[in-house]
């Protein structure tokens, strides 16, 4: 079978071949090697590559996962199933599209109104959690259409706050 | 000694306070928030007080609410922890007025201290050294001139009123001093309405250095040897370690020697602080004196062998002090780290949100203090620490592998944390030559990003994981839309 | 230094030495048997050995099979744990043939401690006292009745060939001597097919004092202070502790003095222990040298801020000790309780299982190895020791309570443990008095019962669960036919 | 809500009322409390009773629970359950009528051949586990009517090793 795995904005295009419950097989990138796994619990793997073992502990999100090893964390993307399903949040990991917080958090202030005219960069919410404050910035120059949020309240990442309306003047847009 | 102890506090300090009353027989009383229902301190201690909603100013802040809890529990003592109300003077005068026992300094020693003005004037009555500099209300170019010759450049210009670095100037040489001086003024007075200003001699590379004092109300002060604390970010601490690197024995005898005659100086009673800077001379000026139980007690702890939280609290029941200068015998090397619910990826961004998995670690020379637990939701509101780890060896290059292991057997799944930032940081070069000073993240670790050393083993762990999903247990393995995780998604943000 | 060692063993020890192995930059090879596919000690390991079948013969006692799994690792060494193959000289011998350095002291050694008589006979030649005693390969009544006049009354006849009790008598006096040294030899014969008895001291009311040895190659050995180990259940220590409550400072220089004694006369290298029972006087008597890291080393490493492993490592790497005698100051007080997959209810019968639930103790002054994780299945082939709690305070009071309050913070689901047992027995006015012999559980805590104070509260919980059932994850809060459990099962039997 | 429920020989008759979806109502034996109560996770129970907060620890068997409190195991039957599924083995734990081992253990020496007389706690088969020798002895005088297990076998509890019928003189079956 073939993954399409994303990491860290690069894609490995992976072939692997289940041998049996407990062996598999993997190449990508010209590596090939056999691996023996054992399912610990739902969120720990064992695996064994060339004699060495390895632990990998593993967090699923919706199209992706977190695998930890030696305390490093890979986030790895099924390229294939966020492509399908946000094509036009491909690059959003780059270019951001929308006004969200990063985290859980309360919005403190709101700095524009309807009908304001933003400019890309230019501080739009201010959020505050765990003692920090974050200021949330306009991803682009245009007009705010909608104020989706109010002082004080408690927001989560994805929820858009402030819908802004992209200008399309090409040239100032690409400042 | 008090029968009931009211710890006015959360989290891992909180566990930490409860674990040492529950040793010596003392009831514990816990008060919580509404995001706090489910916390470990409210599931372990003998009793818990709803305080209010969850900003900290309906709950941890809030000094009424709390004394109606301290009343109610019919606890005879309080203790602040650290941060919230730890160094609050009122809070700790409304304690005593209510006829509360308030474990830590009494409320005049944390007024007078907490002054940094009054604080500077007590130590250098006292012969302890501060960094040289000037104070002047109004700017008088001709008297700063002056003194700043006598300083010495390079020298650094800060607000009065200020932080966050706005109002501040380095100068290096006297032709730059007056541009400097009206720079900073204005920047001063339109940053905080206010445009009074000081000079300071500027320390170069300097390390944070703090002394880690006892004192009972009969006047026996003792100090427990440094701390070094330098490695920071966001002038937060984030590694500290005992005994530091740079303090030679001698120092360590002059410096402890300052430290206890600053306690003594501001009539200091129950645990305390005293921090100094050390410059690369090996000269160390007073910077100010934490009048509470300091985060990272622990290291002192394993040296020492010594229970600081038994010593506040038989301190603060009046007790004299059972130990003694001589007694204080310090023995191999302890590191903390401290495990904050951030990404260092994203300059430290905050991440609270559900803990789905937790495997901590254990072992010969290591000790956890944690605050948390599996399925436990942290909360957005309060300060990101989860926990703090700390190991003990026979010597540092050892404590630092050690340190390393640990962080490494420590898994925690759902929130982003510190942990590979400290595990790259523990294995630097710069780390282990002791080379650490308090710019050590911003000029070694700035934009740092994880090495990513085991893409394949990841990519086979994915796959395999994928490959045995039948056994996994139902129930667990799918996304649940309500735990949505700040790893997946993304935003347009800067801090 | 080692570049790779092999750990010849399972579970916690196996674990412990891998975690200092890795701290020291040193890989680590593991063995296991089908019983233990998915145990802790192959998890953490770098590589991972199969051995074969569960049966101990067929794994962790097959020497060829180690051997063979060592040349396949490329280790340059072998560290044995305790149990197993540890105190076996043949395999030692072995190993040294093969080329493999054995992390013990040499073959020989092993050899002549490990032979009751020839040890007994090198302690008394070197002037360490033995329990006053008398071999006889025939009975000649006469001779042993002189002897016994000499040694005093109450003595103890035992069996050359025994064990276990039988061919043994205790006799008060004289008038007894004849018929009970009749009655125990026929005993022994129809035992052992041998009737051979000796004649020994009968010591009242004993302790057991042993204190740690290190001595490198070089022939440099110091002692690091004593163990008592005097809570044991089936001749199995159950507590230790350090320092002993029996042992004044004078005492602990002159049994320390003969430790060492003890291990330069029979020409010992590396870790080891030097057994002695004490008497109510004051008295010690040798009992054996333990060739090995000893179960309970963990205390002996929190009061002298040690690792003993590494220790043990350097010194099979042929490095003189580092420390001297002076250098070893012992601080506060330890105590290390078992861990057991046991039921104390039912004359400690073992209860192997599948761990559904398991929540560690940690913070100040706690200290876990453990080998198990939540999800793992004890095997019934091997010891039922689970894990090894160890904590450390400034007084023995203090850690008492320290030890309590992390028992109590243990919760190990799905298996019977100790942990009921023990919390009890710490809680005993004898504990807290010291008055610890080697007969303390079967005189103060012979069939035990698990005090029930919580009946309503466990009541209430019963019913909250059944109430807050919809709450449980699915697939997990079911009864599973394959784990039927031990704990809700009757049979017919005695141990 | 009526529980019985058997705690060490013990029975108790529990009236419960669920009040709310965090407190519920309990008596028994003229004790009465409320408490409320916090699922924590699938084994752990919060109870906060008249202002004291304890942690239970929950294991589920097939008709019984194990509640573990400040380190003490409460093994917790449902008498109802239990009376109907094994009436005959009610008495069980004082009288035990089988040969079963009391833990998973491998068989070491079996003692007895079908059609032996066997007394009362005459051992019949030795079992070993974590290296430790148990004898599992006749619960009655009678005669061995079969042998279910040979030496070497891994064996469960609640595994019928040994047949035994039981002698029908009453005088020596009361020893």
């Known amino acids: ?175 | 000694m008090f029968r009931k102890i009211l710890i006015a506090n959360r989290g891992e300090i909180a566990l930490r306070v409860i674990k040492t009353c529950r040793e010596m027989g003392i009831k514990t009383a816990a008060v919580y928030s509404d995001a706090d229902i489910k916390a470990l301190h409210v599931l372990e201690a003998d009793e818990a007080f709803y305080l209010g909603k969850s900003d900290p100013g309906d709950s941890y802040l809030n000094i009424d609410r709390i004394i109606e809890a301290v009343k109610k529990s019919g606890a005879e003592a309080l203790h602040p922890g650290y941060g919230f109300l730890a160094e609050n003077s009122l809070f700790a005068k409304r304690c005593g007025e209510e006829g509360i026992v308030f474990i830590g300094p009494p409320s005049s020693v944390i007024s007078s201290l907490g002054d940094k003005v009054k604080a500077r004037e007590i130590m250098q009555k006292n012969g302890i050294p501060v960094v040289p500099g000037f104070f002047e209300k109004d700017i008088d170019f001709d008297r700063i001139s002056r003194e700043a010759e006598k300083i010495g450049y390079p020298l650094v210009i800060k607000a009065v009123a200020g932080g966050g670095g706005r109002g501040m100037r380095i100068v290096n040489s006297s032709d730059r001093l007056k541009d400097a001086l009206k720079e900073a003024s204005g920047e001063a007075r339109s940053a905080f309405g206010h445009g009074g200003v000081f000079i300071e001699k500027f320390i170069i590379s300097p390390r944070h250095i703090e002394f880690q004092i006892l004192a009972d109300s009969q006047g026996n002060v003792i100090h427990l040897m440094e701390r070094e604390c330098s490695i920071q970010r966001r002038f937060q601490k984030i590694i500290e370690e005992t005994p530091s690197t740079a303090v030679t024995p001698l120092m360590r005898e002059e410096m402890g020697r300052s430290a206890v005659a600053a306690a003594r100086a501001s009539g200091y009673v129950n645990a305390g602080t005293v921090e100094f800077i050390l410059d690369g001379e090996g000269n160390y000026y007073f910077l100010e004196v934490n009048t509470r139980l300091q985060v990272e007690h622990p290291v002192t702890e394993m040296t020492t062998g010594l229970d600081i939280v038994k010593h506040q609290i038989e301190i603060a029941s009046g007790n004299r002090l059972t130990l003694s200068q001589d007694d204080i015998k310090c023995r191999g090397h302890a590191i903390e780290c401290r495990i904050y619910a951030e990404d260092p990826e994203n300059n430290f961004a905050p991440c609270p949100g559900n803990i789905t998995f937790l495997k901590e670690p254990s072992g010969p020379g290591v000790r956890l203090d944690t605050g948390i637990y599996s399925g436990f939701s942290i909360p957005y509101e309060y300060d990101p620490i989860l926990s703090k780890l700390i190991t003990y060896a026979e010597r540092r290059e050892h404590n630092i592998k050690r340190m390393i292991r640990a962080l490494q057997d420590y898994v925690v799944l759902g929130v982003k944390t510190t942990i590979p930032f400290l595990i790259d940081l523990l294995k630097s070069q710069q780390f282990y030559r002791g080379e650490t000073f308090t710019d050590f993240i911003e000029a070694g670790f700035h934009g740092w990003e994880p090495p990513y050393p085991h893409i394949d083993k990841a990519l086979t762990a994915y796959i395999a994981d994928e490959m045995s999903a039948k056994n996994r247990s139902s129930g667990k393995e799918f996304y649940k839309e309500k735990d949505i995780s700040p790893w997946s998604t993304l935003g347009n943000w800067k801090i």
Chains 1, 4 share one sequence.
Do not use: W
């Not at chain 1, 793997?45 to 060339?50: A, C, E, G, S, T």
């Not at chain 1, 992706?64 to 690059?91: C, H, N, W």
């Not at chain 1, 929820?159 to 040239?171: A, R, S, T």
């Open chain 1, 1 to 175: 079978m073939e993954y399409k795995l994303k990491i860290n904005g690069d894609i490995y295009t992976v072939e692997s071949n289940k041998i049996d419950d407990k062996h598999l097989k993997i190449s990508f990138n010209g590596i090939e090697h056999e691996a023996r796994f054992e399912r610990i619990d739902d969120n720990r793997i064992y695996l064994n590559i060339m004699g060495r073992g390895i632990n990998a502990y593993i967090v699923r999100n919706r199209d992706s996962k977190s695998v930890v090893i030696d305390g490093v964390a890979y986030l790895i993307e099924d390229a294939e199933k966020t492509d399908k399903k946000r094509p036009k949040e491909r690059i959003s990991r780059d270019v951001p599209q929308t006004v969200t917080p990063p985290m859980p958090a309360v919005i403190v202030r709101i700095m524009v109104k309807e009908g304001d005219r933003v400019k890309k960069d230019q501080g739009v919410v201010v959020v505050s959690a765990m003692k920090l404050e974050t200021t949330l910035t306009a991803p682009f120059n245009g007009t705010v259409i909608r104020v989706n949020a109010g002082e004080g309240d408690k927001v989560m990442p994805g929820q858009i706050l402030v819908d802004i309306e992209k200008d399309n003047e090409g040239g100032a847009n690409n400042e």
